[in-house]
């Protein structure tokens, strides 16, 4: 990868990292499940007017919509509403990645590499250390936040599992009309727990003071910079690389997510939480590495020395809204 390229990737990087702030500042004035309805409506509406639908079924179209869309901003959002830190947020949803994986085996029947299944392991004893740190809560309440933030992981994975299934030959095409589907049921949800007017409430005096100008410029961070901006240099990057040089920068979408919280927001995770953050990002690498196929010829792999062949696939939903982690794909 050229320099310049290197730029880029740690451009996207540092905009999806710095997501999770714009989302604790939408979710300091709006309600958790508006804003997840608000957040796609700002893309929905000119995506209809103006972005021929995909090619393709729509059942995994709906399935790709509803998991990385509807439910898994809608747990992410309320875990952070109840008080799931916005750092560790960010990491904990790497979790979609094992999930992934695993959905993979059971339901498209992949087979697992021992690296995977290791690598597994890894990441959930990191988040078993999280859960563990955040046991201390005031009534419950952290693990709670972590739990739904896992569900939300859960989520993204069924996501993804309609993205592969769909296998989209216009991947950014197919991941703007994703932002169509989440409006309605979240707004619907929104009404059923929030209160039918109390998002638009908000949203109808968000001019009137700072708190809701900043909530509407970190609406406007999620949809356009982090959604549009983001995956448009991302699929750039895709277009001109292996997913295999491109897509272990993911890997620092936490650190800069945890990093940002520390800095603006003055979150500070402990020890314990740091360790476990650290253990789950080694378990989810290690679950993207293994050796390559050997070639005609008993070349194993082509390379000198048992080169690790990093096969990683682009698979995230809507990553905007968070910059998740990237999936394993199997060949």
């Not at 901003?73 to 875990?79: R, S």
Request: with cysteine; aromatic share 8%.
């Amino acid at each position: 990868m050229s320099p310049r390229d290197r730029l880029v990737a740690l451009t996207v990087v540092v905009l999806w990292g710095l997501n999770f702030l714009a989302i604790r500042y939408g979710l300091d004035y709006f309600p958790p499940l508006f804003l997840g309805a608000l957040r796609f409506l700002v893309l929905a509406v000119p995506v209809l007017l103006f972005v021929r639908p995909p090619k393709g079924p729509v059942k995994w179209l709906l399935l790709y919509g509803i998991g990385s869309g509807t439910f898994q901003f809608g747990l992410l959002f309320t875990a952070m509403h109840i008080g799931m830190p916005t750092g560790l947020a960010s990491l904990v949803l790497q979790s979609s990645a094992p999930f992934t994986v695993l959905l993979g085996a059971v339901l498209l029947h992949e087979k697992l590499t021992v690296r995977q299944v290791a690598g597994i392991g890894i990441a959930v004893v990191g988040m078993s250390l999280i859960i563990l740190d955040r046991a201390d809560a005031a009534s419950g309440v952290g693990v709670l936040g972590v739990a739904l933030t896992l569900l939300g992981g859960l989520s993204w994975a069924f996501g993804n599992i309609g993205q592969r299934l769909a296998a989209p030959s216009e991947p950014f095409r197919f991941t703007l009309w994703m932002s169509v589907i989440p409006p309605l049921p979240l707004l619907a949800l929104s009404a059923a727990i929030e209160g039918p007017t109390t998002g638009w409430k908000a949203l109808a005096h968000s001019f009137d003071g700072a708190e809701g100008r900043l909530a509407l410029l970190g609406v406007a961070y999620i949809a356009i910079m982090s959604t549009v901006v983001g995956y448009g240099l991302w699929g750039a990057l895709m277009a001109r690389y292996p997913a295999s040089t491109v897509a272990p920068a993911t890997l620092l979408v936490p650190v800069v997510g945890i990093a940002a919280s520390a800095a603006v927001l003055g979150e500070h995770p402990t020890a314990l939480a740091l360790t476990g953050a650290a253990i789950v990002i080694a378990g989810c690498l290690l679950g993207m590495l293994r050796k390559p196929a050997p070639l005609p010829g008993g070349d194993e792999g082509g390379r000198a020395g048992g080169e690790l062949d990093v096969t990683i696939a682009d698979d995230r939903g809507e990553r905007g809204a968070q910059g998740g982690p990237a999936v394993v794909r199997q060949r």
